[in-house]
């Protein structure tokens, strides 16, 4: 179980380094909207996952929650700053 967990984090984690490494050059804040919107989604997944691994992953869990949610927090600061530029 702990495996499978630490699997589905990582996946999380690859795919949103991989989306910003593949994603095109943002246009406006409706593009930064659907990228905060996943990056919720992700934190809502991370933490079922926690949840289901008795919150027992010898840390890793937490930090990579902590990391979710500093990315959530630093594209909420893009989409406004973006809508202010407009």
Not at 4 to 16: D, E, H, T, Y
Not at 18 to 46: F, N, P, Q, S, Y
Not at 59 to 76: I, N, Q, T
Request: proline share 0%.
């Amino acid at each position: 179980m702990t495996k499978a967990i630490a699997a589905v984090v990582l996946c999380v984690c690859l795919s949103f380094v991989a989306g910003l490494a593949l994603a095109e050059r943002v246009h406006d804040w409706a593009d930064l909207e659907g990228a905060h919107r996943h990056t919720l989604e992700a934190i809502k997944e991370m933490d079922r996952a926690r949840a289901a691994n008795h919150y027992d992953m010898a840390g890793h869990g937490a930090k990579a929650e902590e990391h979710l949610r500093a990315a959530e927090h630093e594209l909420h600061e893009a989409i406004e700053a973006a809508r202010a530029a407009h």
